[in-house]
């Protein structure tokens, strides 16, 4: 199992393993050397994301903006930005009985989200293949969800019957139907607001695979941080039903 939803990862809480190791994640940004600049003005020419800017006699670099392209530190005539390491989260890997987990987490202050699921990525895609891998993605649509998922063989998307939930499910089925992924819908907290996700469910064909009922307890137990479904029977039987079709799709037996 794997968080990468690493501004802010909470699936740690539900998982009691033991920490095996701790991986930091870098990314390299420009640092200017001001010995060696001509004030060509390349840098902030080919800078499509600000984050270098010349004033004068004075190149100013900004860590947080920089996607690390190094067309600054490539195309400048007298290497003047050298790429540096810059640490901008860590992975930590768990161990519980048969279960691996993996936390990613990015630094406070940091915003590049998709570096740290990108090398999260690299090291699924080396250390287990051929394993089931669950993924907790980032919600929304944005970029960190796309790095997420980009890889994925099915997608399972929650939403609550409300109508944000619903406005916030129609985009991230466009955005599914565009990457190409194969998704079905889990209704969360079931019960509570109307039936508008049910209906644009059956109108679009999509798969119904859980309803997740509504319960203060649940919501109780989870502050706590406790396994809801080990305590309530609506919210197990639902949950086999998301297990029993991972299981099929991973050509494992019910």
Partial sequence: MVDLDVEEPNSGLFVKGKLEETNPVYKMVPVWEKDKCTFCGNCQKVCNF????????QVLVFPKLCHSCYACSELCPTDALPMKPEKIGEIKTFHQDNLTFLESCLNIG????????????????????????????PPGTSCPVIEAVKDTDFVLLAAEPTPFGLHDLKLAVDTMRKLKKDFAVIINRFGLGNDKIWEYCQRQNIEILAKIPNSRTAAELYSHGKLIYKQIPQVKQEVLKIANKIRQLSGEPK
């Fill in 50 to 57: 600000n984050a270098v800017i010349q004033l004068h006699t």
């Fill in 110 to 137: 940091q915003e590049m989200a998709v570096q740290v699921i990108a090398h999260t990525n690299k090291i699924l895609e080396k250390d287990y293949q051929g394993q089931l891998i669950i993924i907790d993605a």
